[in-house]
């Protein structure tokens, strides 16, 4: 994996005014960066900002304050339309509904030909035809599905087709929203595969969003765990899993279901409390083991290096 930066993410944050005096801080002051070819995953519970963070990132939204860098460039501030459609193309994204996010009036052909039309990337109906047609093949589907409509589709075939419309347009950066949470557990792995393949043959980055633990842990080269809008740990995917720092990552970890009963009975689980932290300062996110980072306030820092800070040969 380079260490190249492809995406950088400074402060940023996104807060929705809900009310006269009521702001909802989704994303709150997220700091880190996604190397070129990995796969970053970005999990926490349902509610704690992944999408917002997903969707400000791509500039569906506009931050409320803070910086993304894609490739060396700032993607929010002021932009004309021939840079703003350089980013569209650059970024894409797989959202998790796959009956939702297909126009169900719409042709498969259309639907994952609308990028390509948008950028100009056919130039005539033939090209444009074959070029939906080897997407197709690429996903898994066939040319013959071309011509129907989404709704004769199950929802992993849905989602290949929603893989093939971002592909359509040549993109480096790809953010998956849960892409996997609505579908069977039996085509799960499938789909995730898929996303593997295309990682590998295309060069892609990923941002892969998800709620928990148990599927990223087999696509990410790292993770990063949110709480509240706030990144509490971020670290490589083994790291994570061997060294869960983090009470809320610990806690999270403890709620993945084992498949030897025996040791699933017997096992601790942890339950988070967040007012059990020291509140002597606020807390920076700190380097506990290479690479490995924590949330944390220099006395908790201290506790942490103690415990976890050996880094075995
Ligand atoms: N457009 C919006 N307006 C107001 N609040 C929002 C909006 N979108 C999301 N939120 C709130 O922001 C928080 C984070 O939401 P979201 O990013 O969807 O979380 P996740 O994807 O982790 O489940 C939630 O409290 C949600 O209710
Ligand atoms: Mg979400």
Redesign the pocket.
């Known amino acids: 994996m380079s260490q190249e930066k492809l995406v950088e993410i400074k402060n940023l944050k996104q807060h929705?005014q809900?009310g006269r005096h009521s702001v909802?801080k989704?994303?709150d002051g997220l700091n880190f960066d996604i190397y070129k070819g990995e796969t970053f995953g970005l999990v926490?519970?349902?509610?704690?900002?992944?999408?917002?963070?997903g969707r400000t990132i791509i500039r569906l939204y506009d931050a409320t304050d803070g910086e993304v860098i894609f490739n060396g460039e700032n993607v929010h501030g002021k932009k004309d339309r021939s840079e703003l459609k350089k980013f569209n193309r650059e970024m894409q994204m797989i959202f998790q509904d796959p009956y939702a996010s297909l126009n169900p009036r719409m042709k498969v052909e259309d639907i994952i030909a609308e990028g390509m039309d948008i950028h100009g990337l056919a130039k005539n109906d033939k090209e444009r035809k074959a070029k939906v047609q080897e997407l197709l093949e690429t996903v898994g589907l066939n040319k013959e599905h071309a011509n129907r409509y989404p709704h004769e589709f199950s929802g992993g075939q849905r989602q290949r087709i929603g893989i093939a419309r971002a592909l359509a347009v040549d993109p480096s950066f790809v953010i998956a929203?849960e892409p996997i949470s609505a579908l069977d557990v039996s085509i799960q792995a499938q789909v995730v595969n898929l996303l593997k393949k295309l990682q590998e043959e295309k060069g892609l980055t990923y941002l892969f969003?998800a709620?928990d633990l148990s599927m990223v842990k087999y696509i990410s080269d790292r993770i990063g765990v949110?709480y509240f809008?706030k990144m509490v740990e971020l670290a490589p995917a083994d790291d994570l899993y061997n060294h869960p720092i983090h009470p809320y990552t610990q806690s999270l970890l403890s709620a993945i279901p084992l498949p030897d009963p025996d040791y699933e009975r017997s096992r601790e689980r942890f339950s988070y409390d967040p007012n059990n932290h020291d509140t002597s300062e606020e807390p920076e996110f700190r380097e506990v083991r290479p690479g490995h980072f924590v949330l944390c306030t220099t006395k908790e820092f201290e506790q942490y290096k103690r415990e976890h800070g050996a880094v075995e040969q």
Do not use: L, N, Q
């Open positions: 929705f809900t909802v989704a994303v926490g519970e349902s509610g704690c900002g992944k999408s917002t963070t929203d969003i709620h949110m809008g």
